[in-house]
């Protein structure tokens, strides 16, 4: 069965601080994908990331950076110098498909103070 | 604005009653994606249409059905509801049909379903 877990229900940080959030996922397949996704205080989902099992290079957007490590079945996302607009609830995901057939993560709500 | 709709944004309903979810994609994008996401069960991918075919099917009760129609909106209907109902439903579109590895995708704004 597969099964993504989010230890971290929430995270405070304070502006400015690095801030890394964990993934850790279940899957008997070889090939699948993983995601993450941002929900903001205002409700919506906006689609951060997806990564192939074959492609293990770390992934780096702005500010944000992706560690994709098999041997220890993790997909950690690290927001650095984190800003007041980071703060949302983050959902770590995964896939057997390649598409967006996608099993969540109960979410990570990350605070950052001003 | 991610250019995808949904309408409408509220709806409260009774038990037992029947709702239908709207939602108008990305121009352009082809598949239409539907989650659920309640307190109780979190976010859930319920089904893909992909050009008016359905390609995959998630935690989707047999009291709910979709359709993707040929100008390539999309409905959820919902039946028979129940408190459990209750939760913010998504819509989402990409280009692809799955596994087009650049692939983005885009979500509408939700619609709220408050079963009473």
């Known amino acids: 069965a597969q099964k993504v877990t989010q230890a971290q229900t929430e995270i405070s940080v304070v502006e400015k601080e690095d801030v890394t959030l964990d993934c850790v996922y279940e899957t008997r397949d070889t090939t699948y994908y993983l995601f993450w996704y941002k929900q903001p205080p205002s409700g919506e989902l906006v689609f951060l990331i997806r990564?192939?099992?074959?492609?293990?290079q770390n992934e780096i957007s702005g500010r944000y950076s992706w560690n994709f490590q098999k041997s220890t079945s993790s997909f950690n996302f690290t927001i650095t110098a984190s800003q007041v607009v980071d703060s949302a609830v983050y959902f770590c995901?995964?896939?057997?498909?390649?598409?967006?057939?996608?099993?969540f993560g109960a979410g990570t709500r990350l605070f950052v103070k001003a | 604005d991610s250019g995808v709709t949904q309408t409408p944004k509220h709806l409260i309903t009774a038990t037992g009653q029947r709702v239908t979810l709207r939602c108008s994609p990305r121009s352009g994008d082809l598949s239409v994606y539907w989650y659920q996401q309640s307190l109780d069960q979190g976010l859930q991918f319920l089904i893909h249409y992909y050009n008016g075919e359905e390609r995959a099917k998630g935690n989707i009760l047999e009291r709910f059905s979709a359709q993707q129609f040929p100008d390539l909106h999309s409905e959820l209907n919902l039946s028979s509801l129940e408190l459990g109902d209750s939760a913010l439903y998504f819509c989402a579109s990409s280009v692809a049909p799955d596994s087009y590895y650049t692939d983005t995708q885009y979500f509408g704004p939700g619609t709220r379903l408050t079963v009473l």
């Open positions: 990564r192939n099992s074959f492609d293990e």
């Open positions: 995901a995964l896939s057997n498909t390649g598409g967006f057939k996608t099993i």
